[in-house]
Nanobody
Framework: QVRLVESGGALVQPGDSLRLSCATFNMTFNQYTMTWYRQAPGNPGNQREL??????????SYADPVKGRFTISRDNAKNTVYLQMNYLQSEDTALYLCNGYWYAADLHYWGQGTQVTVSS
């Protein structure tokens, strides 16, 4: 059974850093595009916002609000994707969710999320 398990969320102060991890199980991890999304209470319809994406070749892309502050990376040997978040702001407060998508097989999976709260 495929599982994605996020961890690393916490209550932090503005300006702090966090590193989120998404460990995957029973996936052909190196075939998947991995994406971090976030879901904040104030979003209309509680929509999920794409934060960062890393393709299986290691190419990464970022949403404008996090460019220069967040870095996504993957360790194919550990079947894990990371999100290094620096200079956190209150606007980054959200539930952060990990998604894996294998384009060729049209398979995608979600984790349950890890909560990040930025508050002074």
């Amino acid at each position: 059974q495929v599982r994605l398990v996020e961890s690393g969320g916490a209550l932090v102060q503005p300006g702090d850093s966090l590193r989120l991890s998404c460990a995957t199980f029973n996936m052909t991890f190196n075939q998947y595009t991995m994406t971090w999304y976030r879901q904040a209470p104030g979003n209309p319809g509680n929509q999920r916002e794409l934060v960062a994406r890393i393709f299986k070749n290691g190419t990464a892309s970022y949403a404008d609000p996090v460019k220069g502050r967040f870095t996504i990376s993957r360790d194919n040997a550990k079947n894990t994707v990371y999100l290094q978040m620096n200079y956190l702001q209150s606007e980054d407060t959200a539930l952060y969710l990990c998604n894996g998508y294998w384009y060729a097989a049209d398979l995608h999976y979600w984790g349950q999320g890890t909560q990040v709260t930025v508050s002074s």
